[in-house]
């Protein structure tokens, strides 16, 4: 039975955030053959989906301090807040872009 190869740790966050701005130069240089956009797409799309994931295990992580009526301190869950972005114009409405939220933007 052949060993499985290992395979390189994942990239920290900073790590992956750089790779994603190298990756978006080099898309938006226009020296890319459509298979090295492709490519270049495809670990772009990878790195948000982990960068999303980090930043999700993160949030879950922090803990914030109120205090209660009595005056004493309390531990609750990080809540995060939604802006309300129903009358902000869109930036980038284009269909399936792809945001750091991992959603596709309206």
């Known amino acids: 039975m052949m060993a499985r190869a ?3 740790p994942e990239p ?4 992956a955030l750089r790779r994603l701005e190298e990756i978006v130069a080099r898309l938006e240089s226009g020296q890319l053959t459509l298979d ?3 490519a270049a ?4 799309s990878k ?3 982990l ?3 980090r930043l999700d295990e993160i949030e879950a992580r922090i803990e914030r301090l109120v205090q209660t009526n009595d005056g004493q301190p309390q531990l609750e869950p990080f809540q ?3 802006p309300d972005t129903s009358t902000a114009p869109a930036e ?6 792809v945001s750091l939220e991992g959603r596709a933007n309206p």
């Open 80 to 82: 995060p807040e939604v």
């Open 51 to 53: 960068c999303n994931r």
């Open 36 to 38: 090295e956009m492709i």
């Open 12 to 15: 920290t966050f900073e790590e």
């Open 92 to 97: 980038h409405a284009d269909e399936g872009d």
């Open 41 to 44: 797409f495809e670990e772009g």
């Open 6 to 8: 290992k395979s390189a």
């Open 47 to 49: 790195l948000v989906r």
